[in-house]
């Protein structure tokens, strides 16, 4: 199988390990990976601030880098979701303004085949116990676009569950955001960082090394308030731990 790595701009430019490691995963399940060099942004930056019109030339882009491959995986529920479920209704919009169906054609194609990681290795792939090996204490934070929008659900999970050496520990109040929302944690600056610290307060009382999100986005604000608060613990994406093997571990 022959499919397409969306990095997104934050893993792109600030977490590049996330984008080694889905490689490294994928490729030793056998699938082959390509790494489109034209990728950009997908718009969602320019969407959620209210610049839906500017986010349009992007989508345009994304589809025509990537609607040759049969599938695309992101290791990024937020970008994703971008894609599943608001190029769809960006289509509509132009439709109802009376722009015609060509922006709803020409996205269409790319956004069944887009997955975020842990959706493509359970439901694609068929597999949760894809050979690694990662012996801490971790727990997991299901990100807001990934239970929300996409329904990622226990993927993420049974994946963990699956891996030789890990202990996975229930966090209190999994399903509440952890305050980032993009641009939400500069415009609600406050908010937001009492959201961050409940949820590290809550991870701490795991008694857990690592958090594990599958959303790097989540995680920077997370992995801020951790340092912050002189919290011992590490934010760590999903991909990194599930690319781990006994030969060679992750940090």
């Avoid at 984008?19 to 056998?30: D, H, I, M």
């Avoid at 939400?184 to 958090?211: C, P, W």
Wanted: glycine residues 10%; proline residues 5%; aromatic residues 6%.
């Amino acid at each position: 199988m022959r499919v397409a790595l969306f990095l997104t701009c934050v893993n792109d430019t600030l977490y590049p390990d996330t984008g080694r490691a889905v490689v490294k995963l994928l490729t030793r399940l056998g699938v082959e990976v390509d790494f489109p060099m034209a990728q950009t942004c997908c718009g969602q930056a320019h969407y959620n601030t209210g610049y839906r019109h500017e986010a349009e030339p992007l989508a345009r882009h994304f589809s025509d880098v990537f609607g040759e491959y049969e599938a695309i995986v992101t290791p990024s529920g937020s970008c994703g979701a971008m894609v599943r479920e608001l190029y769809p209704r960006m289509g509509e919009r132009a439709r109802a303004e009376g722009r015609g169906d060509t922006l709803a054609a020409t996205l269409a194609p790319v956004v069944p085949k887009t997955y975020e990681l842990t959706e493509f290795l359970v439901d694609v792939l068929g597999v949760t116990d894809v050979g690694a090996y990662y012996p801490h204490q971790v727990t997991y934070h299901p990100t807001c676009h990934g239970l929300r929008s996409l329904g990622l659900g226990d993927r993420p999970r049974r994946l963990l569950q699956a891996v030789k050496g890990l202990e996975l520990v229930e966090l209190p109040g999994a399903e509440e955001c952890c305050g980032f929302g993009g641009t939400f944690a500069l415009k609600n600056a406050d908010v937001s960082a009492a959201m961050g610290t409940d949820k590290v307060r809550n991870a701490e009382s795991t008694g857990a090394e690592v958090l594990c999100a599958a959303d790097n986005s989540c995680l920077m604000h997370i992995g801020g308030t951790m340092a912050r608060l002189s919290s011992g613990m590490r934010p760590v994406h999903i991909a990194e731990i599930l690319a781990s093997t006994e030969e060679e571990s992750a940090v």
